[in-house]
């Protein structure tokens, strides 16, 4: 019920606020890699256990009835040639809208952004990839929900543009091919504001969706399956190319010039070290770090059971899924450097494999690097040659604590900025009482020890009060 007023009440503003869109003139489309890349011989959309010598198969979005406009990013459709206007404005009302670079009347956008219709030059694809899930070689995976529109280019940028929740394709497996509003407004929010932030991401330049279209959804998994509106998110990037979509190359492929391979996986082991330093210093949880989705540009991709901590725990899994906790949130630095080994591996089948070794390895040192930098710049730390290790063991204290504490990842920085070292008052204790206060309770410990070993007795609680009363230091 909250969801659908927020939605309503976000459509209501979106419609006061929009008056119009258009194309921008110098915007067209350069679809390289349908160009480029094997293509399935297949014309028919319908799915397959296996597409065999092809890198994307030709499929049309299947459209939904009667689409709505739930939320748009001004910012990320001027990527995509698309220009939002506001305010008053001259519309054109032809019998011919949406697809010139006239001003247009907003509802003939939607459509379009829905899949239903396309703007002149796009072509539609499904991307073929396979993946290692869990550590594991699950074979061909595939884009099984989204579609590749083609590549806009403006402005001297080429960005890809891409639809998910769009309906069947080859690699839809035992999915529908459809995704509902919850999984497209947690990622329209949580890349726009990863990019806000200054973190490599695909963008998202809306959502929409449809009354009239539904799906079946069982939301908690426990049986009581309901049916629920469909949406589409419209997903923006450089390149949706993943590390498994070098996963389905066989030997016979003929390449030339091995060095290139060499520069081409240095660079994507250095994107990809400076990704995560970057999640690590926002206590960002991305869940499924499996091949195929890890982008080869160093983007954030694919945000699915992600999530942000709150009070901090090094071991923090926001996967439900993850019964092991393979992609806890320690762990995400040696996961994406074991996916670049995974790469590496593939790459291994065109060039010298022990030639990647040495990018392979530099992989830390780049980690480390731009972990401390971050961490410095958090901090307020001014980077002076000779104090790195006092540096590294400043911030590896400061997280032991917050561990041991369990205070809260994002409010301790934002509490620890308005930190004044030249106040003459008693700050020490306001900002002590600030992190005491957005620290985890004992209840909360409780619950935390219930989920990951099956529950905690009350006595056993009581004895771990009685513990910390009589020796905190001890416990």
């Known amino acids: ?9 976000c459509r209501t503003r979106l419609s006061r606020s929009l008056s119009g869109w258009r194309r921008l003139p110098t915007a067209h489309f350069d679809n390289a890699v349908l160009r480029e890349l094997p293509i399935d011989a297949e014309p028919k959309n319908f799915v397959r256990s296996a597409v065999s010598g092809a890198c994307f198969s030709r499929v049309e979005p299947t459209p939904i009835a009667r689409p709505e406009l739930v939320v748009a990013s001004p910012n990320s459709l001027l990527l995509a040639g698309i220009e939002l206007i506001t305010g008053g404005g001259q519309v054109n009302s032809s019998d011919d809208r949406g697809i010139n670079d006239e001003l247009q009347q907003i509802d003939t956008l939607v459509p379009i952004l829905a899949g239903n219709k396309l703007l ?14 869990f550590g594991f070689f699950s074979g061909q995976l595939g884009d099984g929900a989204a579609l590749y529109l083609g590549e806009i280019v403006t402005e001297g940028e080429r960005w890809e543009l891409q639809l998910k929740g769009s309906g069947l394709t080859p690699y839809s497996r035992t999915a ?40 079946l959804r069982d939301v908690f998994y426990d ?20 590390f498994g979509s070098f996963e389905i190359f066989k030997d016979q492929d003929k390449f030339t010039g091995e060095n290139k391979y060499e520069k081409f996986f240095e660079e994507v082991v250095r994107r990809t070290a400076k990704l995560v330093a970057k999640w690590q210093t926002l206590g960002f949880c991305h869940g499924v770090l499996n091949t195929d989705n890890m982008s080869t540009v160093g983007d954030t991709l694919d945000y699915g059971p992600f999530g942000f901590m709150e009070h901090f725990d090094p071991k923090h899994i926001c996967n439900t899924s993850d019964d092991r906790g393979r992609y806890r949130y320690e762990a995400q630095p040696e996961i994406c450097k074991w996916n670049c080994g995974v790469l590496a591996d593939q790459l291994g089948l065109v060039t010298d494999r022990a030639g990647l070794e040495p990018a392979l390895e530099a992989f830390d040192a780049v980690y480390q690097d731009e972990y401390m930098r971050l961490m410095r710049e958090k901090l307020g730390l001014s980077p002076l040659h000779g104090e790195e290790k006092e540096d590294k063991m400043l911030v590896d204290t400061l997280f032991h604590v917050l561990a041991h504490t369990g205070a809260d990842f994002i409010c301790t920085f934002r509490f620890l900025s308005g ?3 030249f106040d003459s008052g008693d700050y020490r204790e306001r900002v002590l009482n600030q992190l005491v206060g957005v620290s985890e309770t004992l209840a909360q410990r409780k619950c935390k020890l219930e989920e990951g070993s099956g529950g905690v007795s009350d006595a056993q609680f009581d004895m771990i009060v009685l513990l910390l009363d009589e020796n905190p230091v001890r416990a």
Do not use: W
């Open 1 to 9: 019920m909250m969801v659908r007023m927020a939605v309503n009440n």
């Open 120 to 133: 002149a030059g796009s072509e539609t694809a499904a991307q073929c990839y396979c993946g290692h899930q």
């Open 176 to 215: 529908d091919g459809r995704k509902v509003l919850r999984s497209t407004l947690r990622e329209f929010l949580c890349s726009e504001s990863m990019f806000a932030l200054g973190v490599p991401t695909t963008r998202a330049g809306s959502v929409v969706m449809s009354r009239e279209t539904q799906v």
């Open 223 to 242: 049986g009581n399956a309901k049916m629920e509106p469909t949406a589409v998110v419209t997903r923006i990037a450089k390149s949706f190319l993943r």
């Open 419 to 421: 930190l004044d070292v």
